[in-house]
């Protein structure tokens, strides 16, 4: 009789712990584990600091955030939340992508995948997460440029994953995310119109005003199309300008007396600006201060030039190099060159 009873209760315990959370999936066994595996990267595999002031590539990548959304049908905007992954650090460990807890692919339901770069904590002072895993709707991210250049990073995005189950894995198991960048690079380099005979520097640029605070929105295309985003300013954005200059390090010490052929980058290493996708208004402006340092008298020139001159819009994931043309204690001359940021989206962690 004991026995029966101890059947009794073990089946009505089983019952309670699989039905106390109708929300959850049903798993399958360990081997349909959700596991982050890399594609093929450049040659510097891992880098200790991810750097800050350059852009994100295949090889540098070192951590990102993840949210998956489980629904029993499609993913819907107006109901869904992220009750599977909510901002989980997905990050690389001697190589491998790693992440706690350990997720399963569910035997029924579908999971969408969004995913973003560098990984941030809540409570972060440039980008900040709001969603929660009752949240419904898109995951929620506003960004905020920081002041200090140096401090400005490369903030990536991943293209959306809607609707995914393990069957719609490819050949290799993989579900892979890919990111693009979400921000507008600015880049500088210099020339001479002619050679001289004594040193000329470009010793400072200043830019601004430029909104420095936006929230990104995701566009649904139920007609099966990517699903895409944009930046919304916020109501509280300020408007910021940026100086580079030898003195701060963030321009390189460059005499150009002698460059005439092609364009030099005077920008230094990582310190690119980040800034956020916008339409470039009358306010906005570029300065430059040229020293040149005649024996006997050295002389600085300024130009200050309106930047809607040169850039109608800065535009998510384009790269803008603005070119200076420095003639001798004569013109300074301003153009500039955009181009895709990065060929092809950046093709990180796939999902196993």
């Not at 790693?98 to 997720?103: E, G, I, S």
Request: with cysteine; charged share 20%.
């Amino acid at each position: 009789m004991k026995r029966r009873e101890y059947i009794l209760l073990s089946a009505a315990l089983l019952i309670a712990f699989t039905s106390c959370d109708k929300s959850n999936p049903e798993f399958v066994n360990e081997s349909d584990k959700i596991d982050f595996v890399a594609t093929p990267f450049h040659e510097s595999f891992i880098q200790a600091n991810q750097a800050r002031g350059s852009e994100t590539r295949n090889d540098n990548i070192q951590n990102f955030g993840v949210y998956a959304y489980y629904t029993v049908d499609d993913f819907i905007p107006e109901s869904s939340t992220p009750n599977f992954m909510c901002n989980t650090q997905v990050e690389k460990v001697n190589g491998q992508w790693t992440y706690n807890p350990l997720m399963f692919w569910p035997n029924s339901g579908k999971l969408s995948f969004f995913a973003y770069s560098p990984h941030a904590n809540q409570g972060d002072s440039h980008t900040s997460l709001s969603s929660t895993p009752s949240t419904t709707g898109y995951p929620q991210l506003t960004y905020t440029v920081p002041d200090d250049v140096i401090s400005q990073q490369d903030l990536l995005v991943s293209i959306p994953l809607l609707n995914q189950t393990k069957t719609a894995m490819n050949a290799d198991g993989k579900l892979p995310l890919r990111f693009k960048h979400t921000l507008a690079c600015l880049t500088f380099k210099a020339k001479m119109t002619d050679a001289c005979n004594f040193p000329v520097k470009v010793t400072a640029i200043t830019l601004g005003n430029f909104k420095n605070k936006a929230s990104l929105s995701y566009t649904y295309n139920p007609d099966g199309q990517e699903t895409t985003y944009t930046w919304i300013p916020s109501e509280d954005a300020k408007n910021k300008s940026y100086s580079l200059s030898i003195g701060n390090s963030l321009l390189i010490n460059t005499d150009l007396k002698a460059i005439t052929s092609q364009y030099t980058s005077i920008t230094s290493t990582n310190s690119y600006l980040m800034l956020l996708p916008q339409a470039i208004d009358e306010e906005d402006y570029i300065e430059i201060t040229v020293l040149y340092d005649q024996a006997e008298s050295p002389e600085t020139r300024k130009t200050i030039v309106p930047l809607k001159n040169l850039i109608k819009s800065l535009d998510s994931g384009k790269r803008y190099s603005i070119n200076i043309l420095v003639s001798a204690l004569s013109e300074i001359t301003l153009t500039y060159e955009v181009a895709a940021w990065t060929e092809t989206p950046v093709d990180i962690p796939s999902f196993n």
